[in-house]
T-cell receptor, first 110, second 113 residues
Framework: RKEVEQDPGPFNVPEGATVAFNCTYSNSASQSFFWYRQDCRKEPKLLMSVYSSGNEDGRFTAQLNRASQYISLLIRDSKLSDSATYLC???????????FGTGTRLQVTL | DGGITQSPKYLFRKEGQNVTLSCEQNLNHDAMYWYRQDPGQGLRLIYYSQIVNDFQKGDIAEGYSVSREKKESFPLTVTSAQKNPTAFYLCATGGGGDYQPQHFGDGTRLSIL
């Protein structure tokens, strides 16, 4: 089983749609969780941290379920500019090392 | 202008050659990391350093070497022992403790000539 697992997609959605990505992680000792966004041939950029209580940043909502070892990202009112690959990232509890999922690709269309 | 600077953006390696990728930061972060990304794959950790003059191997350190003589700098050498070096190399820094996110430079694309 991969340490961090994501559906690779692609998810093709029309502008204005709501889309949800899921991620599961294998290590129950994991301490911190993040979503990054990566545009084609660019570096990953931090989208948001994920907190136990769930958190929202504008159109983006992240949820964490520690019991099921599951993280989600919800994007409301999708924009063309949201087209990118979304990486689920987990600190597995070892120093400051992060483990990256392979990413879920989102394509928003007119 | 604060941030992480990687150079060069593109690099070509000849057979049997060692090449060095530069990573410089002015964020005053203690921790620095090198990752490799292959198409369709997640980032894989090559080496990391949590403090000057100390570094640890990541998951795929074979064929690579690093140094950390200054806080600001963490160069990565891709040696001739790395038989499949073609990839996108990303340097990252982390500050403020174990559970903080990392921030990336804009990467170096390495190809074989």
């Amino acid at each position: 089983r991969k340490e961090v697992e994501q559906d690779p997609g692609p998810f093709n959605v029309p502008e204005g749609a709501t889309v949800a990505f899921n991620c599961t992680y294998s290590n129950s000792a994991s301490q911190s969780f993040f979503w990054y966004r990566q545009d084609c041939r660019k570096e990953p950029k931090l989208l948001m941290s994920v907190y136990s209580s769930g958190n929202e940043d504008g159109r983006f909502t992240a949820q964490l379920n520690r019991a099921s070892q599951y993280i989600s990202l919800l994007i409301r009112d999708s924009k063309l500019s949201d087209s990118a690959t979304y990486l689920c990232v987990v600190n597995m509890g070892t120093a400051s090392k992060l483990t990256f999922g392979t990413g879920t690709r989102l394509q928003v269309t007119l | 202008d604060g941030g992480i600077t990687q150079s060069p953006k593109y690099l070509f390696r000849k057979e049997g050659q060692n090449v060095t990728l530069s990573c410089e930061q002015n964020l005053n972060h203690d921790a620095m990391y090198w990752y490799r990304q292959d198409p369709g794959q997640g980032l894989r950790l090559i080496y990391y350093s949590q403090i000057v003059n100390d570094f640890q191997k990541g998951d795929i350190a074979e064929g690579y070497s690093v140094s950390r003589e200054k806080k600001e700098s963490f160069p990565l050498t891709v040696t001739s022992a790395q038989k499949n070096p073609t990839a996108f190399y990303l340097c990252a820094t982390g500050g403020g403790g174990d559970y903080q996110p990392q921030h990336f430079g804009d990467g170096t694309r390495l190809s074989i000539l």
